[in-house]
Every structure is written in C-alpha cells, then in structure tokens.
C-alpha cells in the first residue's frame, strides 16, 4: 500500500484545513514571543513531562475486593474512626468512594500542574476525551495557553499492529516501512497521541539482548534507510501539522545496542570510530529525514551516561548535524544517574543533564524541582533553560498544536480500518523468511490434510510481539483463526501439545504425534512468547526455550514431511532443530495479520521474499556474529579443522592459527541478508561502468538477475563492497545498496545500482568523513555471502 493510498485513511482527509501556513521565519517569531512573555517557572514546566494516570468505573470494577479494601484504608477514607469500614460497603460503594479520590489525585497531581504551567508533556494518555480535558487545563485554563504534547510507545502500530522493527527490517522494503508508520500514526493520532517514541536506531550484534526485537537489525545502512522511513511515516513525511501525523523520537541516542554481554542496561564500550561509522550512522539519516525528536539512552558508553554526555547533545547532534528538534530523557534516566555513580543526588542530575543539553525530562521530577535553585546558585544558566524551552516550543508550533489541539471525538473510527489490516497483512507477508525448504515442501497443496501443531498456533497476545500497549488481541488472526475463515477449506487437524512456549509438560505429545500421523505434512508453531522479547527481557540462552525442541522431534518421528513456522523476537539458535524439520519459515513476531498472512505463504498465494535483518549465529557462544566485521591479521580460511578432526596431541601450530572457533567453526549458521524462495534465483554478468572513479564521482554497478525457478517471485539484490586498504581498518564488507525486484518465471532483468564515492566515505583516524583513494571490491547477490564480484578503484 503506498502512501498516497494511505492519506485517504481517516484523519488526513483534512490534512490541508488544518495546515498552520506558518513558515519557518514565522515559527521563530512565534517561539521568541512566547518565550518572552514565560516565568522561570512556566519555562521550566515546559521540560517537565509526567506520566498520566486516571481510574474510570470500569478499571476500578476489575479490582479485586482486596485491592480496592486497601486503597480505601491507605487512602484515610474508610476503616478510620468515625467511618465505615469496607467490609461494610457494596462494591458500587466502593467505585464512588475510590473514584473520587482518584478524582482528587488527578487534580492535585495532574491536571491542576497543567493550568498552572508546570507540566509540557503527558504520557499515555489514550482516551479522546481525556485528551481533550487536559488539552482545555492546558490552553484554556492556564496564564499562556501552551498545549501539550501527548507522548506514547507506538513502536510497530497503535491498534493494528505490524509485525515488530525486526520483522519490518526483513523485508527489506522502505515504503512499506513507511507505510506501516503511517497507519501507526493515523491511529494514534485519531485519539489524541501526537508523539511516538520510535523509531529505534540501536544497531544490535547480540540476540541475546531482548530489545534487538525494537531495532531495525545489525547493519547501519539498512538501518538508516529504514528508519528515515519511519520518520517520514510518523511525521507525514515532513508535514507535522498534518491531523494524521505525530513526531517521532529516534532512540536511543547513544550505543544501547552494544550492551555488554547481552544484557539491557549495561554499560557499553564503543570507541569513538565505530560510533561514528556504525552506531550513529542511522540516527543521522534520521535527523537528515527530519525527526522531530531524540531520546537519551539508559547506557553509560566509557564511564557517561548517555543523559549527562554533551559531547553527543551538543558538539554532535547540535553544532555537527545542526538538529533543532528536542531532546527527552527516557523513563528516569537522568535520575539513574545516582545508580550508575555519575552524580550524587537529583539536584547534580538536573545540573548534568540541562549543561548536557538535554530539554526535555522524563517523569523523574529532578528539573521542576531543582533547576530554579540552580539557576539561582549559577550553576544553570539561564540561556541553557530558555534553548531547551525553544526547541521544545519550536516542535509544537511546528506540530499545529496551538492551532489544533483538540480530538474530533465525532469523527468516524479509524481503528482497524480495513485498508490497515491489508497493510499489516503485506507487511508480514514480505517480512517471513524461508530458511529451509528441503524437496519443495513448500508450498502446500490446498487439498492435503495438515496438522497444525504447537503453543504459537493461536496465540494471538504473543503474535503480536513486544512494546504492544494498545493492541488488542481480539483483532488478532492467527493461523488457526485463519483456518476458521477465509481458509476454512483446508482439512485439518488442531493439537497445541504446549499450553506456551515456556510450558514444560509433555504430557500431549502423543496426541502431537498422533495428529501429524493422520495428516498428510505436518506444521508445527514455536517460538517465543511475547513477553519474552523487549526491554529488560535478555536470555543467555536463545535456544527455542522450554521443551519445543523436544515436541519438534516427536512431530519428526511420526514420519510425515515437516514444515516449522517460527514466531520470535530475536534469532534464535536453532541448528539443532534443523535436522526435524523439511522446511523452515521464520517470523519475527508478525502482528494482528501475521496468522493469514503466513497461511498466504504456506499455501503459495504468496512467495516469502523476507531476507535477514541479522545473523543468525550456530550457538550462542559465536556472539557478537555479524557480516560487517574487520578481517584480523590472520583471518580464518575457507576450511578450518574442527573438534572431531584433531589428531591425538596435535602439536600447538598444527591447527593453523586462525581466527575460528574448534567446536562451531568460523560461519554463522545463517548470514545477514540471507533468505530464500519458493523458485530460484541466478546473478550473472557483473559491469561496472568504469574501472576507476574520481573523487566526488559514480560508480555504475549491473548485473543481470534471473528468476531461474517455474513460480513468480521476488528477490532482494544486495549490493555490498570492500575498501582493501584504508587508513583505518575496514569490514570484509559492507551494505551499499538494495533493491526489491520482482520476476517472472524464466525472466531476467538487468539490476543497476549506483554508487557515490561519498557511499564510501568514513571516519578516520582524525574523525573527519572521508573517502580515500585505492582499491575496491564490489559485489551484488542475495545475501552477504554474495560471490559475483567486480573491482575498481577510487582515483584524485
């Protein structure tokens, strides 16, 4: 689905009635009068951003007794002298009496900071008309009338949810990336959410990391191409006061990714080179496309925290790449400074981070409270808190929200509008990658009979995958719901055989097996449940958990040919599992569509086209595992000697001396970029327009591709070089380009790819963006592994 298509959805109908019409000029103006007419007080109650809470009838009614027993007796108004005690009450008693001192809480807490200026943000705010409420306390009840900005984690879609930035990243496909934002951000925005707090740029290199599944993957090219594609989604691709937009927030800002040992929060090493050519690489196609905000990471990289670094905040993001967005802390992460040791008290943490150049603070409450008193001290000068109130007003004139910040609560619902579901149904079907397909099992033929085993066949919370707060899992088809409807025609058999993936009872593997003997072929569903994946859920192990391994085999030893369907997180180590299964199609989570949309692919409606956002290792052990690495002096060769070839006391040397590991040798199980088809695909007859580019010249790469199978199909051309010799040392390969190319059975086409010496440009040793001259080599195939190889050089 294009996005021209998708601003006929709901909202952005409007999108020209409701421009502000202000240019940039007159933004400047607007924020430069506004700023001069704010106390210190209401100036800093624009960094100050809270997190929103409220309790309606139908929240406080799923309490259990004991719960609101205690609410009411913590509260002081039941239990006490003088008063009834709870056992004495009704519930409906009860809702009365707790809602109206949640009632009180929201005032005091709330919405009475709101009309006396002291807040500029809210977060999860999700329902219209509460929306509007505190948007009134804000323009209506207080001295200036500034509006709020709603903020909200829409990582991968509001209410219809696409598959998560892992899946997204495998397909390899910006537009739809881009499209998937705007459906996210067409929802949101229809209840009042004006802010995201995506995307996520974190280049991860450790599945074991549980937030790998919010990142776009292992590459910075990939990931900065995708990412400018999220930004242009969310934000209307540049039209922020469009009613269909909300601002974006790259995060996190920066090396989160790099966390030690796979695990979240912990520090990180990156030195200053590979931060520059690699970690912040995507972020500044992201600041490049646009986005209107970023957020501060939760990692120390070399002993600072990301929230107090202004060497990131202000000699980078500002002085270098001249972003004049703001700048959010994420949940607390000023305040985590105490933890990590960098400051001593909330008062140091609002010194630190307002001289870092950080705007805007998330929930933590060190800003409100201590930045009057540090300015008083001298500590905080007052033009730092007057820039940060600029960047933060600059946004919201920029946003329309002074023009337009109400919720029509009157307009037709957007939600689950059908045309997003078709999107989110596209983008799991391009985002599935086949990593097996022994004998052409796949496809399916629609008139066997087929067992559909395992805990992720109908598990619609968990298909929908991590950082979903707003999605339901009533609107979830899964593959058995799909089997229900539009694929009710297939003859088929039901055995769950785990209750979830963690469920640890083979009690029902009979029945699995006993299933799989009475069908024709076998599909079998593991994976990872949600809850699994995400912030603060890293694993050391990422084997498929609990005793699906085990459930696989036994479905194997039925007899029948069998298809394993993945739905995941992260990638998973699963060379084990290879061996019991004819064929293999890995999902990471797919979303609300993912169930049809992989019966779309198992019954050849639609051909996997998804490649691999990240390497999938052999083991654990090979992590950190990525195609982009540097060669080492003495790089491992094409055959190395493993454990069970060793002679008896081998001498030290007799091994070869090479970078690889004796128990899983030197390769991945699964390189970056890989993923197969239901047909073939054959490259051939590399040109390059010249053998040598000037400086500042283009490079013209072709080849021909040819779909050599019988079944329509498309493939992901990668194009990949090497700079042999550089002034610092440079990956074996690195991703330069890709394209998305559809061919019939038995047509060939000529790829182009063209190529910049600015494409080939990095930091050396004096961090400075450069390309050099020499020796290049250049490949185009299907994944990093491509062999079809050109070379050339780069001349003055």
């Not at 990939?222 to 969310?234: K, N």
């Not at 999605?471 to 003859?491: Q, R, S």
């Not at 790089?635 to 590991?661: C, H, R, W």
Request: negative net charge; proline residues 5%.
């Amino acid at each position: 689905m294009k996005l021209r298509k998708l601003r006929l959805f709901g909202t952005i109908l409007l999108a020209g009635l409701f421009s502000t019409g202000y240019a940039q000029s007159d933004i400047e103006k607007r924020v430069e009068d506004l700023l001069a007419k704010m106390t210190l007080e209401e100036k800093i109650g624009q960094m100050n951003q809270v997190s929103f809470f409220a309790v309606d009838d139908k929240a406080i009614a799923q309490y259990s007794d004991d719960d609101m027993d205690t609410f009411l007796v913590r509260m002081g108004i039941a239990g006490g002298q003088g008063q009834k005690k709870p056992s004495e009450m009704t519930k409906q008693e009860k809702i009365v009496l707790i809602k109206a001192e949640a009632e009180k809480m929201l005032d005091n807490n709330i919405t009475g900071p709101i009309r006396d200026g002291k807040i500029g943000s809210l977060l999860n705010v999700t329902d219209p008309e509460m929306v509007n409420r505190m948007q009134k306390a804000a323009l209506e009840n207080s001295r200036l009338g500034i509006p709020l900005i709603i903020g909200r984690d829409v990582i991968h879609g509001f209410k219809t949810i696409f598959p998560i930035p892992l899946g997204q990243a495998a397909s390899f496909n910006p537009q739809l990336v881009e499209d998937g934002a705007r459906v996210a951000a067409v929802e949101a925005r229809s209840t009042g959410v004006t802010w995201t707090f995506a995307p996520m740029l974190d280049i991860s290199r450790d599945a074991r990391w549980g937030r790998i599944a919010e990142s776009l993957g292992e590459d910075p090219y990939l990931g900065g191409v995708l990412g400018a594609a999220m930004v242009r989604g969310f934000q209307g691709n540049g039209n922020l006061n469009d009613p269909g937009s909300m601002a974006a927030c790259v995060k996190h800002f920066i090396g989160y990714g790099a966390a030690e040992g796979g695990r979240d929060y912990n520090s990180t090493n990156i030195p200053p080179i590979l931060m520059r050519n690699v970690y912040l690489a995507p972020f500044h196609e992201a600041i490049k496309a646009g986005a209107a905000t970023l957020m501060t990471s939760f990692n120390d990289n070399d002993g600072i925290p990301a929230s107090g670094n202004s060497y990131i905040l202000k000699n980078i993001l500002r002085d270098e790449w001249k972003f004049d967005g703001f700048v959010v802390s994420d949940w607390a992460s000023m305040g985590e400074m105490i933890p990590h040791g960098f400051a001593k008290d909330d008062k140091e943490v609002a010194e630190i981070s307002a001289n870092a150049g950080l705007d805007m603070e998330m929930v933590s409450g060190a800003y409100i409270k201590y930045l009057p008193e540090l300015i008083k001290e001298g500590k905080v000068s007052m033009q730092t808190v007057d820039d940060a109130v600029r960047n933060i007003l600059r946004i919201k004139f920029r946003m329309g929200l002074f023009e337009n910040p109400y919720v029509d609560t009157k307009k037709a619902s957007v939600l689950y509008a059908q045309e997003h579901k078709d999107a989110a149904r596209k983008a799991a079907v391009e985002s599935a990658i086949l990593l097996k397909n022994d004998n052409s099992t796949l496809p399916l033929a629609e008139t066997k009979k087929i067992a559909i085993i395992g805990p992720m066949a109908d598990a619609p919370h968990d298909q929908m995958g991590t950082w979903v707060f707003d999605g339901d899992k009533n609107y979830t088809a899964t593959p058995v719901g799909a089997l229900k409807g539009e694929y009710k025609h297939i003859n088929y058999v039901y055995e769950p055989a785990l209750g979830y993936s963690r469920d640890k009872s083979t009690a029902n593997f009979e029945k699995a097996k006993q299933a799989a003997a009475s069908a024709d072929v076998a599909v079998v569903f593991l994976g990872e449940e949600a809850i699994l994946s995400g912030e603060a859920h890293s694993l050391s192990n990422i084997n498929l958990i609990g005793v699906q391994s085990d459930l696989l085999k036994a479905v194997k030893s039925a007899g029948k040919p069998v298809v394993l369907v993945i739905m995941a997180g992260r990638p998973l180590t699963i060379e084990r599992d290879l061996p019991y299964a004819d064929a293999v199609l890995f999902n990471f989570h797919p979303g609300t569509m993912g169930g049809p949309a992989i019966l779309d692919l198992l019954f050849g409606k639609a051909n996997p086209s998804g490649k691999l956002p990240a390497t999938f290792v052999r083991e654990v052990g090979q992590i950190p595992m990525y195609y982009n690495h540097n060669n080492t002096g003495r790089p491992a060769p094409e055959k190395v000697m493993t454990l069970d070839e060793i002679e008896l006391e081998a001498g030290q040397t007799s091994l070869g001396n090479t970078s690889f590991y004796l128990d899983s040798g030197k390769d991945p199980l699964f390189p970056f970029g890989y993923g197969l088809s239901y047909t073939t695909f054959e490259y051939s007859n590399i040109t390059l327009s010249s053998a040598s580019v000037p400086m500042n010249g283009t490079l013209t790469v072709k080849a021909t591709l040819k779909n050599t199978g019988n079944i329509d199909g498309t493939e992901v051309a990668q194009l990949y070089v090497q700079d042999i010799v550089g002034s610092v040392v440079r990956p074996v390969k690195e991703l330069k380009g890709f394209q998305r190319v559809a061919l019939k059975a038995g047509e060939s086409k000529t790829i182009e790819f063209s190529l910049t010496t600015d494409d080939l440009a990095f930091y050396g040793r004096n961090l400075v963006k450069k390309a050099e001259k020499g020796d290049f080599n250049v490949w185009v195939g299907g994944n990093s592994n491509a062999t079809l190889k050109g070379t050339f050089s780069v001349t003055e």
